[in-house]
């Protein structure tokens, strides 16, 4: 039989749970969380009061690029201008190539996931997307 680790729902609440806490010390500064399964398939989403629309739909993204790529979206962007390439190359309208997006990997190098954070700087996107994969405890 195949057995294979996947996202537990106790995982994904604690997750996002730390991330909405760190995102809260700034209220006045919204931003959109979403988590995806291996598959890209949401496993959970949250927008603070006031989160404009881009950044609900750019979270989305960041997390989807980090699983098809199997990598955080920052190294995909690096990647694209190692290779002097744009996004626009893939023929994929929902990747993006910005800060913001982490993959979710398991201890034997399986894509468990993605986390993706939009609303604030990329950095700090990506600050508190990395608190999200920390708070899986993989």
């Known amino acids: 039989m195949y057995m294979k680790e996947v996202l537990s729902l106790e995982q994904v609440r604690r997750s996002m749970n730390a991330m909405l806490e760190a995102a809260l010390k700034e209220p006045d500064r919204p931003i959109a969380i979403a988590i ?3 598959n890209t398939n949401l496993l959970n989403y949250a927008r603070m009061d006031g989160c404009r629309l881009n950044p609900q739909g750019v979270a989305i993204r960041k997390a989807y690029t980090a699983v098809m790529f199997g990598q955080n979206s920052s190294d995909f962007a690096q990647r694209l201008k190692n290779e002097n390439r744009q996004v626009t190359d893939f023929g994929n309208p929902s990747l993006v190539a910005v800060k913001g997006g982490v993959v979710v990997i398991s201890s034997n ?7 993706g954070v939009s ?3 990329a950095e700090e996107d990506e600050e508190i997307a990395l608190i999200g994969l920390n708070a899986l405890e993989i």
Request: hydrophobic fraction near 40%; charge should be negative; glycine fraction near 30%.
């Open 36 to 38: 995806l399964d291996e």
């Open 109 to 115: 190098g399986d894509i468990l996931g993605g986390i």
């Open 119 to 121: 609303g604030l700087t």
